[in-house]
């Protein structure tokens, strides 16, 4: 190969690197009125995730809830105890949606007012010698309103052995701003801002 050869060769590999170079930094230097196009690719793939809308049915809105609840509660237990949390929600029930009878002064459930759920949580304790697994009863109160969409009202829990024995349940107490009150609550600030996925 002659040596001009081997000149226009090496000008040759040069003008294809700098001419590389120049697609790759040109959308790098368009000014403002002449922006860069956008490739069909980047036009058209979704980076974020839609947003979902929250149900304004207790029923779905519930089987969304329980189903996403446990992550939320051990979410809320370690942001407090860190490390040294050693108790886990592993599941809940299907919940059931027959009211007691109970004297309110909110409005009839079916006008938009108290909604009553009931459900079971599944739980695991651990400690240094053995893991424990307890139930926890929740009976749950939703307010719904078409101007604030839904809120916790109050919730009541008791806790009993898993599987059931003879030992008899914990007394029933008010639970609204304990753990389980806090991560229902975030999940339903979640829903309404639309960051939960559809049930």
């Known amino acids: 190969m002659s040596l001009k050869q081997r000149h226009l060769t090496t000008q040759t590999r040069w003008s294809l690197r700098l001419g590389g170079i120049a ?15 956008a490739t069909p690719s980047t036009a058209t793939t979704p980076f974020i995730r839609p947003k979902t809308l929250c149900p304004t049915e207790v029923q779905p809105l519930t089987t969304a809830l329980l189903r996403d609840l446990p992550s939320y509660l051990n979410r809320q237990s370690h942001q407090r105890a860190g490390s040294q949390a050693g108790r886990y929600a592993l599941l809940a029930n299907q919940p059931d949606f027959r009211p007691l009878p109970i004297r309110t002064s909110y409005p009839d459930p079916h006008a938009g007012g108290l909604h009553q759920i009931f459900f079971t949580l599944l739980e695991r304790q651990y400690d240094t010698r053995q893991a424990t697994e307890y139930q926890t009863y929740h009976w749950l109160f939703l307010a719904h309103t078409p101007q604030q969409g839904w809120n916790l009202a109050i919730l009541y829990s008791r806790e009993g052995p898993y599987p059931s024995a003879d030992q008899p349940a914990s007394a029933l107490q008010d639970a609204t701003r304990l753990a389980t009150g806090r991560a229902i609550r975030q999940w339903l600030r979640d829903c309404q801002a639309g960051a939960v996925p559809s049930p």
């Open 23 to 37: 697609v790759a930094i040109a959308p790098l230097l368009c000014s403002p009125g002449h922006p860069a196009q």
